[in-house]
């Protein structure tokens, strides 16, 4: 069974552009969340999506968004990129609960993203 | 944000002896907690996991214990070998849905 596949690998982009980020999740996995990887920060959840519908969201603001599709891949967006926003954005998913499933989260390898 | 990630405790051992890796965990309503390994230009992998209604869980290799008396986590690695190296976050489950909240995470250097 394929992993969990994040694409672009790699991403630069310019303060004020925007960008998206894709996440093919473990065929099965209905549940997919994101999280923002940084060296000061850590691991901090973005949001997570079920079934096409966004189920949670972490402390992030409004320029933070995210969709998940009927195959169950998902995107995250990010407008109006600041130079805080350089970190390494995980994808993650799950067939359904963690906890009902038994199942935890399987994490894609993510995309590095540099804001300059 | 939740996660705090400033400074990166590191813990050197020697190829052959036992690991061991401690976490605080901020919930005590918390009732499932995983380990995750991460490698360097990886994501998180995962290792094992338990639930707040077990104080230990064995795995290959690895332990995890749980005291949730004082809100601690911890993860015994057996004869650690150099593929062993990386950075292991605990993380904890702590509502309805798949939200992970992760500790800040311990560098394991394996000397040969």
């Known amino acids: 069974k394929a992993g969990v596949t994040q694409t672009p690998r790699y991403l630069i982009k310019t303060r004020g552009q925007q960008v998206t980020l894709s996440c093919s999740p473990i065929s099965g996995h209905r549940s997919v969340s994101w999280y923002q990887q940084t060296p000061g920060q850590g691991l901090q959840f973005l949001f997570e999506?079920?079934?096409?519908?966004?189920?949670n969201k972490g402390n992030f603001p409004g320029r933070f968004s995210g969709r998940q599709f009927s195959n169950s891949r998902s995107e995250m967006n990010v407008s109006t990129l600041e130079l805080g926003d350089s970190a390494l954005y995980l994808c993650?998913?799950?067939?359904?609960?963690?906890?009902?499933?038994?199942?935890?989260?399987?994490f894609g390898n993510g995309t590095r993203l540099t804001v300059t | 944000g939740e996660s705090v990630g400033l400074h990166l405790p590191t813990l050197s051992v020697q190829e052959g002896d036992n690991s061991i890796i401690n976490c605080a965990y901020s919930?005590?309503?918390?009732?499932?907690f995983i380990w995750y390994k991460q490698e360097s230009g990886k994501g998180p992998q995962f290792i094992i996991d338990i639930r707040s209604n077990m104080d230990k869980r064995q795995g290959q290799r690895v332990t995890v214990l749980l005291n949730k008396t004082v809100k601690h986590l911890s993860l015994q690695i057996a004869a650690t070998q150099p593929g062993d190296s990386a950075v292991y976050f605990c993380?904890?489950?702590?509502?309805?849905?798949?939200?992970?909240?992760f500790g800040a995470g311990t560098i394991l250097r394996v000397k040969s």
């Open positions: 993380a904890e489950n702590t509502e309805y849905g798949n939200k992970l909240v």
């Open positions: 993650a998913s799950s067939p359904g609960m963690i906890q009902v499933n038994n199942s935890p989260l399987h």
């Open positions: 999506y079920f079934s096409e519908t966004q189920r």
């Open positions: 919930n005590s309503a918390s009732d499932y």
